[in-house]
Structure formats: C-alpha cells, structure tokens
C-alpha cells in the first residue's frame, strides 16, 4: 500500500512541492495528455490532486476517476478540484491492489508518479489492466535519479541524492524506474508499447525551470529526506547539508541541471 512506502511523507512541504513540481512540468509532461469526450478515465494514485487539475482541464468533457490510498490525499484533492470549479472529476479512496471496480470499467487508466513507490509494480499494473477496457490505453509518468546530472559537478551532491534512493529502496520503492517502464508494461502484457523520454534542461536562460524544477521540485524533494537518511545511518548532517548546497549551486548564473522523466503508453489488447 502506497502510504506504507510513500519517502517524501504527507507534510505540507511536500504538498507544495507537488504543486510546484506540477505547475513546472504542465507541459512537458502533459501537453499530449488529453482524452476524447465521453470517456472514463482512472486516475490512479492522484495523491493531492496535483496532476488531477491539468487532466481534468485539458479533457473537459471526460469523466475521471481520480483514488488513492491516502484518505488526507484524498481530501487535498477534493478541495483543489472544488477550488478550481472543475466538476468532471470523483475523487475516492482505494487501494491500486484491492480496486474496487468491475473488470472493462474504465476506457483509459493514468498514473503518473506511483509505481515508483510500490514494491510490485507489475502486478499493480495487471490490477490497473484488468479494469482497463480492451483496446483502452494506460499512461505512465515516472522520473529516474539516475538521470540527474548537473554543473559544478559534486560528490556530495550525488550523495545527497543516493540517499533518497536507498531510503525509497528500503521502502519497497525504486527512484531510478523510469527506464524500467517499457519491461515492466510488457511483462504485465500490454501491447503496443512506446516510451518517450522527456528531458529537463535548466540553466540560467531558463529561470522558470531554475526556479520551478531545481529548487522548489528536485532539490526540495532531495532535502526533505535529511532526517530519516541521518537517522537510518545513511549519512552525516554536515556532508548532507554540503550537498544540498552544491544542488542549489546549479541555480546560479553559470549552474546547469538536467533531469529525465519517462511517459509510456500502452493498450489492453482485445482478449486480455
């Protein structure tokens, strides 16, 4: 269950962070998301509603079924959506193992963020496929530490981040599967599978993405984890601290980060 594994907690800190590292990669990540009218599409792990708001937006007259399994989640995101006027989306709790729907209820699935949290990630998928109407399609957003690299290069800073990835590691997790994403879609037997790498380049020409991805969306992500990787022996508070200044180093004049994201699409084929 996601709340069991979930790294980043569910503080208000990493609510904002969500929202800022949504209102970031509107576009990046979503500019070729959209649904026809009239269809059904499950949202699932919505968590705070983050990325509910540019799904529902951009596919007005689609119905979504945005869940997840945090009940305060749930409730962030019921707000949001009342907030935002928007009335195509339901918003429930339940658990991507245990959905509580009939089997071709939905004519697309979407999870963005998710599956990185959980410890079987293929058989979540199965789960998601048997809701899934045959010929329906499932998209899939998921980053990939592994990818980050950036300018001044430093030790401390790849430590820092090798920390969140052992802790999401230690959690069932896994922060590098984004270039899983096309095994992990086959082997739950979706078909017609394509993955597209999104890439994230932020220097000082770009200060939107400087001030949106690198400070407030990775390193943000990055820092919240400092007390539980001290506590777990992971390491030293100054060491950490020195990393997460040499992150924040690349948003200066002559910094440079870079970051991949990985959005995979796949169908139910007509007899799964």
């Known amino acids: 269950m996601l709340h069991q594994s979930y790294v980043h907690g569910y503080d208000c800190s990493e609510a904002r962070r ?7 990669l509107v576009e990046l990540l979503h500019g070729d998301t959209m649904y026809p009218a009239g269809h059904t599409v499950l949202e699932a792990g919505c968590g705070i ?28 995101a019921r707000r949001a959506l009342q907030d935002a006027g928007l009335a195509n989306v339901q918003v429930m709790a339940a658990d991507i193992m245990q959905l509580p729907f009939a089997a071709a209820s939905f004519d697309h699935v979407f999870v963005c963020f998710v599956l990185e949290h959980l410890a079987q990630p293929v058989s979540a998928l199965k789960a998601l496929k048997k809701v899934l109407k045959a010929g329906g399609t499932i998209t899939v957003i998921e980053g990939d530490h592994g990818s980050a690299y950036f300018y001044p290069e430093s030790e401390l800073a790849r430590r820092a981040i090798q920390c969140q990835v052992e802790l999401q590691a230690r959690a069932g997790g896994n922060a590098m599967i984004g270039r899983a994403l096309y095994p992990l879609l086959r082997q739950a037997d979706f078909r017609e599978v394509h993955v597209s790498p ?11 993405l400087v001030e949106g991805f690198i400070r407030k969306t990775f390193t943000a992500m990055i820092a919240g984890v400092r007390e539980a990787a001290i506590g777990q022996g992971l390491t030293a508070p100054e060491a950490f601290d020195r990393g997460i200044a040499d992150l924040l180093r690349t948003t200066a004049a002559d910094g440079v980060f870079c970051y991949t994201f990985f959005k995979a699409v796949g169908v139910k084929a007509h007899g799964d």
């Open 18 to 24: 969500l929202q800022d590292q949504a209102n970031t």
């Open 49 to 76: 509603g983050a990325q509910t708001l540019t799904l529902a937006r951009q596919s007005p007259q689609t119905q979504f079924i945005s869940m997840d399994v945090s009940s305060g989640s749930v409730a962030a």
């Open 198 to 208: 999104r890439h994230v380049y932020a220097d000082a020409s770009r200060p939107a």
